[in-house]
């Protein structure tokens, strides 16, 4: 089974996606995710100038080899871009294995673990009423597990809250905002850590014990500012603190490990297995937060976990909506085969979304499903795509009170 036409499709309907469709001389066609948030047009170059060319004539079949060859023969490996691009060729022939296979996916990859996979949604709010309001819109729509994010007071605008952008170009609810420069926002560690323990002791007292509640740092804290707050949070009982501070650091979560119970999770902006190595073999994180968009696709984040599971590490994939419905799909099919799930982040896309990726997976009393069609369950309306073009966007990016730039 010869591949004969690899297309990239570039499209903006509630934010912007970039998506490989490859076509085998048998009729079966695959899609794959290699959207980077903010850097588009660097992953659609990759593919169309360098990856795409090498892939015409080649064995649909042979999914590992042609990893290993679009890794190793660039020589310059890792990386977002490179992987990102590997990443959509890895899911593509994926989804073209199930489709010649007349199975899911996570069929071929042993069979399903469980019933479905527990997910968590993301709510937030300025003040504590709000985000209470958005906790109980969550648990209204299903969700069993809430990350919360929260403002602070003295800062007009930080990652992580919904309410700062409306309107229907809110971007699917992420930060990334149409237009030619990033947007600046304001932090304070200082305001931050001494807020943050008061409102999760707000929200365990008006929510219970019961209810999983996660915080994501996103890379702002200094190792020892971490784990501080690692430590203050542990009368409230947090599945996860994620990104606690920057993770090219390895050794920083040392530090962090030392001093708080708290279970860690990182590795969203990480790209291959290596990035992980110490961390799990050290068993310095409890979480896995690789996306397979970011990661080389469906091969590697099952290698992956595999490794994890040694030190009994689990998965919780990076899943907002700059991951797209046809990269959730590839992470869902991971997750339902392997036996060290933990976690599913999802942030629900679009209607727009929606109807150019079009979704047999199921959300249902807090567990997600990526169903039961060939492959990975997602195909793209092409014409669809087409209504919506391209639009330059960019992450805001972080300034202290002194005019630093800092970890956004």
Known sequence: MKIVTADVIVTSPNRNF????????????????????????AVVSYLRDHVVPLLIGRDADRIEDTWQFLYRSGYWRRGPVTMAAIAAVDMALWDIKGKAAQMPVYQLLGGASRDGLMAYGHASGTSLPALFDSIREHQEQGYRSIRVQTGVPGLKSIYGIAAQSTGEERYDHEPAQRGAYPAEEDWDTRAYLRHLPTVFEAVRHEFGPDLPLLHDGHHRMTPIQAAKLGKSLEPYDLFWLEDCTPAENQEALRLVRQHTTTPLAIGEIFNTV???QALIK?????YVRAASTHFGGISPLRKVMDYAAQYQVKSGFHGPTDISPVGL???????????????????????RTNAV?????????????PGDLPGLGVELDVDEAGRYPYEVAY????????????DW
């Open 329 to 351: 799909a590839a992470q869902m099919h991971v997750g339902l085969a392997i036996h060290n799930f933990g976690i599913q982040e999802y942030m629900q896309h679009g209607a």
């Open 395 to 406: 992450l805001p990016y972080n300034r202290l009170a002194d005019g630093t730039v800092h």
């Open 282 to 286: 050290e068993q310095l994180i409890d």
């Open 18 to 41: 970039v998506t490989l469709k490859i076509t085998t001389d048998e009729g079966l066609t695959g899609l794959g995710d290699a959207t980077l948030n903010g850097r588009e047009l």
């Open 357 to 369: 990726f079009q979704q047999s997976f199921t959300f249902a009393d807090g567990y997600l499903h």
């Open 274 to 276: 290596w990035d992980f």
